[in-house]
């Protein structure tokens, strides 16, 4: 469970650099902006015109110092992907979902169905549905039901004109599922956007469903939001299943699907 508290921790870490590093970078900006201005407005004098853009050059060197600092960080994020059983991921992790969402939500799992083994980087996974309580914790104040439940499903590449990437076929079906106030179609078509929240400065980063949505895609899958307002918000993983499926025939099923890292 530390290990896992850690991960949030992480991801309000990756909040806090990034809007510190939108502040810089604005700044830097500002200054470029405000150089050229002056060199358009009056572009007449050679040694004022050098002595502006130089400046210009300078802020626009550490901001590409600062953006190379904020990639080298995300590169950072290793993915180690497993082939694993998500039934077993997501009842290891049970505790930590029924203490995320608190006494007034609800928990339900339903974690029974026999399923393929998928391959995804299992810590990444965690994160994902973590950030999917902790929204559905956000969206029903005055408590309500969470269900997290897996089934398979089948994607149909027609239906998803902008991923040409993306096979048709059987995948692994990870739901969320709320009973809060759900999505209007504007937030729904912007969620996965990095930094969109509509929730107070402080309280949303805008970051929990981009990693949702990163995470889902690199694994080679899909993901989707379908919400109603005032009834709720279900997202749905669609999880690539794994060619490999040798650990999972093994017949000691106690076997450690997933190793500590
Ligand atoms: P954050 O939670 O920090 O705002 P997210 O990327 O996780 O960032 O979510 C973006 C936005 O999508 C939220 O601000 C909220 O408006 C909406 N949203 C996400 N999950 C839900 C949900 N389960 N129910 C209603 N709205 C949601």
């Given at each position: 469970?530390?290990?896992?508290?850690?991960?949030?921790?992480?991801?309000?870490a990756?909040?806090?650099?990034?809007?510190?590093?939108?502040?810089?970078?604005?700044?830097?900006?500002?200054?470029?902006?405000?150089?050229?201005d002056?060199?358009?407005?009056?572009?007449?004098?050679?040694?004022?015109?050098?002595?502006?853009?130089?400046?210009?050059?300078?802020?626009a060197?550490?901001?590409?110092?600062?953006?190379?600092?904020?990639?080298?960080?995300?590169?950072?994020?290793?993915?180690?992907?497993?082939?694993?059983n998500?039934?077993?991921?997501?009842?290891?992790?049970?505790?930590?979902?029924?203490?995320?969402?608190?006494?007034?939500?609800?928990?339900?799992?339903?974690?029974?169905?026999?399923?393929?083994?998928?391959?995804?980087?299992?810590?990444?996974?965690?994160?994902?549905?973590?950030?999917?309580?902790?929204?559905?914790?956000?969206?029903?104040?005055n408590?309500?039901?969470?269900?997290?439940?897996?089934?398979?499903?089948?994607?149909?590449?027609?239906?998803?004109?902008?991923?040409?990437?993306?096979?048709?076929?059987?995948y692994?079906?990870?739901s969320v599922?709320?009973?809060?106030?759900?999505?209007?179609?504007?937030?729904?078509?912007?969620?996965?956007?990095?930094?969109?929240?509509?929730?107070?400065?402080?309280?949303?980063?805008?970051?929990?469903?981009?990693?949702?949505?990163?995470?889902?895609?690199?694994?080679?899958?899909?993901?989707?939001?379908?919400?109603?307002?005032?009834?709720?918000?279900?997202?749905?993983?669609?999880?690539?299943?794994?060619?490999?499926?040798?650990?999972?025939?093994?017949?000691?099923?106690a076997?450690?699907?997933?190793?500590?890292?």
């Amino acid at each position: 469970a530390e290990e896992r508290l850690n991960q949030s921790q992480k991801m309000e870490a990756i909040g806090q650099l990034t809007g510190g590093v939108a502040h810089d970078f604005n700044n830097l900006l500002t200054i470029i902006i405000g150089n050229l201005d002056m060199i358009v407005r009056k572009p007449e004098n050679p040694q004022r015109v050098e002595r502006l853009a130089t400046s210009a050059m300078t802020a626009a060197r550490r901001a590409a110092e600062v953006t190379e600092k904020l990639l080298s960080f995300s590169r950072r994020q290793l993915v180690r992907p497993e082939t694993v059983n998500p039934n077993r991921l997501l009842k290891d992790f049970q505790a930590l979902l029924r203490r995320a969402v608190g006494e007034t939500v609800e928990i339900r799992f339903d974690l029974d169905a026999v399923l393929d083994p998928v391959r995804l980087d299992p810590g990444q996974f965690e994160s994902a549905v973590l950030n999917l309580a902790v929204n559905a914790r956000d969206a029903m104040p005055n408590g309500g039901v969470l269900t997290v439940k897996t089934c398979n499903g089948h994607l149909d590449a027609a239906e998803i004109p902008d991923r040409p990437d993306l096979q048709p076929g059987a995948y692994v079906l990870v739901s969320v599922t709320d009973t809060g106030q759900g999505m209007e179609a504007a937030t729904r078509n912007r969620a996965f956007e990095p930094f969109f929240t509509t929730k107070d400065v402080g309280k949303g980063t805008g970051l929990g469903l981009s990693q949702v949505y990163g995470f889902v895609r690199q694994a080679g899958g899909h993901a989707q939001i379908k919400s109603e307002v005032g009834r709720g918000t279900s997202v749905e993983l669609y999880l690539p299943r794994s060619a490999e499926r040798a650990a999972e025939a093994r017949p000691d099923n106690a076997l450690p699907l997933r190793q500590a890292v």
